[in-house]
């Protein structure tokens, strides 16, 4: 539909593609370095809390091939953390798998056989493993800076007024005037990991006095020399090389602990050092979804108008937070664009307990917090027999409504109305006809029972934070990008030179990309929040756009014309309407190169939508749910890449979202701190032969965001996906399940036909 | 694939220190020891293709056999390359996403190309172990059907959710093999 553009839209294959498919491309741990290479192992803590007595590392120093052997004693004061409060190695151990000790070794096997002869005494101490546990008096304290194990709130990166609650109108005025009020406690804290396959790691190179090189398989790989700079007591000059990364779905957004790791180890032994974690680390130790817990009441009136909401939000953050606040903030912020209501009174508290870290995970808070409130709306609309379709499309952010966004400033929506995806996507679903009214199924045949759930997510941060890029023309009429971004898997690279290739009017073989290496280009936040297609796009497309307008420039004077009259294709510029009237880009000189800059300002005025519709079909013999088909619906303002896009809303179900929902869960034994299933047989994943059917609406209403009308829409569309699981299998067996996942012993529960069985079956 | 199990006279002497295998059409005598280099009886198959031969096409996920992503052909059919021993794999003729294209012309497999057209990949890493039992099913089967197709990947483990875009590139490739 798009013959506007040249390539915008069309599908073109990934620049990446052919070194994918052969098995060319270089993820971090393909990278080949020479001779003195080390190999780094972490000692971890067998305890979930406690304090280290007395290590003697004698034993793993004197093995042959071990070069470093590092603990608490050996470490600089470096401390990760929001504030800063967690040391890079510490006396004090508080999580099953914190760090203890580290070894550099020639090899891995010498490195992992250093590790049985470190010998440690522990003092153990008590440990809490349950976030209102660790918030009762008494309860055994994980840092000294966190009174009551009492996260403190704010995001200082998000500016003085971060977004800390959503409090705002009158609730008790808003209660009085609901028609039903309903209350209850809802959790979404069955831990799903988003388990990349490439596990975290890195490769570190330490030069004295204060210089650090990191090699990196990271989301966002400019902002590992920010944050490691900082968690480096600001001292260290810190260049962060970034390359294909295995998957991430946010949670390889950060790593500085497994970077801290090898530079401690480069740092001691003057050797690159490589330490990447096995999967089982990587499940067991590496950073997790935040858990939520939430008691809240709403009030809603008969029409669908939601009159209040209040409570209060338990985030479980794990033994630090360092991006948690975050979370919380644009959380708080995604419900006011779900959820159009005048009175708030919404009080997270971020706490800490003894289990390993929550990090970045796609959803980034939002999801969470939908999880919990949308079955609590669920309990309203079921009194008032609302359609949760309608409802949701109904107090979904309008144009010319607004919320307070990460930063604590109001923002105004210009964005489109996306009640006309909405509708599309209800019609492909066939909405109407499989909506049978609360705890009602769609159909029941034998003993399976089929049920229909919807959700909806949106998130602003498709505008957040700053990139910048600069692109360089060449005189042979090709074209750099240089920006700091790095693939994830989302094709964005290769779609940043498509848009490159579309302002300067080139083949796309033309245009070429710099690695995303801190020392040659300049600053970029990495995609994240959906943040790509808008925000660095944006900053490309200027950039383009500069180093286009600087080449008209140049060549005007030789075409006898104002630069207003040029235009270029092909790497020629020509006089418009008489393309004879032309001349080469080399006519610039065979020594000159063009460089244009971009640079994009954050913009939370507009916002991505992703609606899901699921139908789940219920065994209730064996309480199995299966999930049959999925509808995602969105509006993309303008298409970029057809099949980067198609990939992007098909990642609903794994990587911690819709399956978050079905089977995902780690499972923490509660009175040890050891997660019980950290290996990919026990983690549960979909395979290939249980793939539902799946459907995307993509509508293309252009948006005020850049020349191309686009927005991102990729990380929210495992979000809306969980709780329209939930609200499926309620409807599916007539009773509400409220707690995620839907095993079959929950389903089997819910049905009476466990313990003593008396309630004898479904309703 | 009918198996031929006479021919496989069991040579694995172990006076002899070595270990003959080939790797994507190249024979490979590689020593058998605990130095740098050498083959350690503890080497896994995906171990030795990737730190002692470079062939790090082959990625290594879980190293427990449980997610596909260092698939290999082994003789013609699809192997977990962490889940053998190198020693044990004497004689044997290895397949990996390095030598599945045609390394005279440097021209892409049909599959691999298929791949490429569908876009049936997001961050990659699971990609080449999803091809090489893509390619072992359709060696097998030269025109399997959608439901064959996820069976044959039913171990190969993929985050990105790029599985359907998969299943259109093996059908696809399949069609224009007949």
């Given at each position: 539909m798009t013959d506007k553009y040249r390539f915008i839209g069309k599908v073109t294959p990934r620049k990446d593609a052919a070194d994918i498919v052969t098995g060319g491309i270089k993820y971090l741990n393909d990278i080949k370095f020479p001779g003195d290479l080390l190999y780094g192992k972490v000692l971890r803590s067998p305890h979930p809390h406690a304090l280290i007595k007395r290590i003697d590392k004698a034993g793993a120093e004197a093995l042959k091939g071990v070069k470093a052997v590092l603990t608490f004693a050996d470490a600089p004061d470096w401390k990760g953390g929001t504030p800063r409060c967690t040391p890079i190695l510490d006396r004090k151990v508080r999580f099953v798998g914190d760090a203890v000790a580290l070894v550099a070794a020639t090899s891995e096997q010498i490195a992992e056989e250093a590790l049985s002869l470190i010998e440690v005494e522990y003092e153990v101490l008590p440990a809490v493993l349950d976030p209102e546990e660790a918030l009762k008096p008494g309860a055994p304290q994980l840092y000294e800076e966190f009174p009551g194990n009492v996260v403190t709130p704010g995001m200082p990166f998000f500016g003085p007024k971060s977004l800390k609650d959503v409090v705002m109108g009158d609730v008790e005025e808003g209660f009085a005037e609901a028609d039903v009020v309903t209350e209850g406690t809802f959790g979404y804290e069955n831990l799903p990991n988003p388990l990349p396959p490439e596990p975290p790691g890195a490769i570190a190179l330490w030069e004295e006095p204060d210089r650090l090189t990191v090699w990196v398989s990271n989301q966002a790989s400019y902002m590992d020399k920010i944050t490691l700079f900082h968690v480096?007591?600001?001292?260290?000059?810190?260049?962060?090389?970034?390359?294909p990364c295995g998957g991430s779905f946010g949670s390889k957004f950060m790593s500085w602990q497994v970077q801290c790791h090898a530079a401690l180890l480069s740092r001691a032994t003057g050797r690159p050092v490589k330490l990447v974690l096995t999967k089982e680390e990587h499940l067991a130790v590496f950073v997790m979804r935040p858990a939520s817990r939430m008691r809240a009441k709403v009030g809603m009136r008969k029409d669908g108008t939601v009159t209040a909401v209040s409570g209060t939000w338990v985030i479980d953050t794990g033994y630090y937070s360092m991006t948690t606040q975050a979370q919380v903030a644009v959380g708080c912020g995604e419900i006011q664009i779900m959820l159009r209501c005048p009175n708030w009174d919404l009080r997270p508290v971020i706490v800490c307990t003894n289990r390993n870290a929550s990090g970045i995970v796609r959803g980034f808070?939002?999801?969470?917090?939908?999880?919990?409130?949308?079955?609590l709306l669920s309990l309203s609309m079921e009194k008032l027999e609302i359609d949760p379709f309608q409802f949701l499309k109904k107090n979904f952010v309008k144009p010319g409504d607004g919320y307070f966004w990460r930063d604590g400033i109001w923002y105004t929506y210009r964005g489109v109305d996306y009640s006309a995806a909405m509708d599309r996507g209800a019609d492909l679903f066939r909405w109407k006809e499989k909506w049978q009214g609360w705890l009602r199924p769609t159909l029941v045949e034998g003993t399976k029972r089929r049920g229909v759930g919807v959700g909806v997510h949106g998130n602003a941060d498709i505008g957040e934070d700053a990139s910048e890029a600069y692109v360089r023309l060449h005189p042979d009429g090709t074209a750099m990008l240089f920006s700091c971004v790095t693939e994830h898997g989302t094709g964005q690279r290769s779609n940043f030179m498509k848009m490159v290739a579309e302002v300067l009017q080139i083949?796309?073989?033309?245009?070429?990309?710099?690695?995303?290496?801190?020392?040659?280009?300049?600053?970029?936040?990495?995609?994240?929040?959906?943040?790509?297609?808008?925000?660095?796009?944006?900053?490309?497309?200027?950039?383009a756009e500069d180093a286009r307008q600087k080449l008209l420039d140049l060549l005007a004077p030789m075409l006898k014309a104002t630069p207003d009259e040029l235009d270029t294709v092909d790497g020629v510029v020509f006089l418009k309407g008489r393309r004879e009237k032309a001349v080469p880009w080399r006519a610039i000189g065979v020594d000159r190169t063009l460089t244009g800059f971009g640079r994009f300002e954050p913009d939370y005025t507009l916002t991505n939508c992703m609606m899901s519709f699921v139908e789940v079909e219920v065994d209730t013999e064996t309480g199995k749910v299966t999930l049959l088909n999925v509808v995602n619906a969105t509006d993309a303002g303008q298409i970029i890449d057809p099949q980067g896009l198609e990939g992007q809303l098909n990642g609903c179900l794994g990587s911690a979202g819709i399956d978050s929902a079905l089977f995902e869960e780690t499972i923490i034994d509660r009175s040890t701190g050891h997660i019980l299933n950290a290996n990919m047989i026990d983690y549960k994943w979909r395979t290939f032969p249980e793939l539902p059917a799946i459907d995307n609406v993509v509508l293309e209403t252009p948006f005020a965001s850049h020349r191309f009308g686009a927005v991102g829409v990729g990380e929210v569309a495992t979000s809306p996906g969980p709780s329209a699981v939930l609200m499926a299998v309620s409807n599916a067996v007539g009773t509400w399940l409220h707690n995620y996942p839907v095993t079959p012993d929950r389903v089997l529960a819910a049905l009476g036909r466990t313990g003593n069985g008396r309630k004898g079956g479904a309703r | 694939m009918a198996k031929k199990p006479e021919k496989q006279k069991k040579k694995r002497a172990p006076g002899t220190d070595r270990i003959a295998l080939t790797v994507d059409g190249r024979t490979y005598d590689l020593p058998v020891g605990g130095e740098a280099g050498q083959v350690d009886p503890a080497h896994t198959l995906a171990h030795t293709l990737r730190e002692t031969l470079g062939l790090t096409g082959t990625k290594v996920s879980c190293d427990s056999g449980a997610c596909g992503c260092c698939t290999v052909l082994m003789d013609g059919k699809a192997m977990l390359s962490c889940m053998m021993l190198t020693v044990e794999c004497a004689g044997k003729e290895i397949t990996t996403i390095e030598g599945l294209g045609d390394a005279e012309t440097g021209s892409l497999d049909p599959l691999q190309q298929s791949f490429v057209d569908h876009t049936a990949f997001q961050c990659g890493f699971c990609t080449p172990g999803i091809i090489m039992s893509a390619k072992a099913l359709l060696m097998e089967n030269a025109s399997p059907t959608a439901e064959e197709v996820k069976e044959a990947l039913s171990g190969n483990f993929c985050r990105c959710i790029s599985h359907y875009q998969v299943v259109k590139a093996v059908l696809a490739a399949s069609a224009k093999a007949r």
């Open positions: 480096m007591n600001r001292k260290v000059e810190v260049r962060s090389i970034g390359g808070g939002g999801q969470e917090l939908k999880c919990i409130l949308i079955p083949p796309l073989e033309r245009v070429s990309i710099t690695p995303s290496d801190s020392l040659i280009n300049p600053y970029e936040f990495g995609p994240a929040g959906s943040r790509g297609t808008y925000a660095i796009g944006s900053a490309v497309i200027r950039a | -």
